[in-house]
């Protein structure tokens, strides 16, 4: 179940930003909906956002709402998570996910069980 990868992750300082893709090298993700979700050692995967097939946007982190910002380009089969003023507390492994999509909906998923495919991860860092 490891079909997608992630990329742009790295060290950063504090306030500074990133911008993480999520592919799908040899299908499409155009009819999937697709979560970022992070884990910081120790702790429970949490959901960050996500975004249906057709752009509806799900955001399940308070910590980050307004400053991140989830997309996609269907043209270049990639989502992108868009980090802006970037803390400490957000250094974690950061993952996407891809959900099988059986009806048509503007909601998606923050439940890790609830996606068919990940990928391995990148990790962030934010320190001084």
């Known amino acids: 179940q490891t079909r997608l990868v992630e990329s742009g992750g790295g060290l950063v300082q504090p306030g500074g930003s990133l911008k993480l893709s999520c592919t799908a090298p040899?299908?499409?993700?155009?009819?999937?909906?697709i979560g970022w979700f992070r884990q910081a050692p120790g702790k429970e995967r949490e959901a960050v956002s996500c975004?249906?097939?057709?752009?509806?946007?799900?955001h399940h982190l308070d910590a980050v709402k307004g400053r991140f910002t989830i997309s996609r380009d269907n043209a270049k089969n990639t989502v992108y998570l868009h980090m802006d003023n970037l803390q400490s507390d957000d250094t974690a492994v950061y993952y996407c996910a891809a959900e099988n999509v059986a009806v048509l909906t503007r909601y998606c998923s923050g439940r890790v069980d609830s996606y068919d495919y990940w990928g391995l991860g990148t990790q962030v860092t934010v320190s001084s």
């Open positions: 040899g299908f499409t993700l155009e009819n999937d909906a």
């Open positions: 975004i249906t097939s057709s752009g509806g946007v799900t």
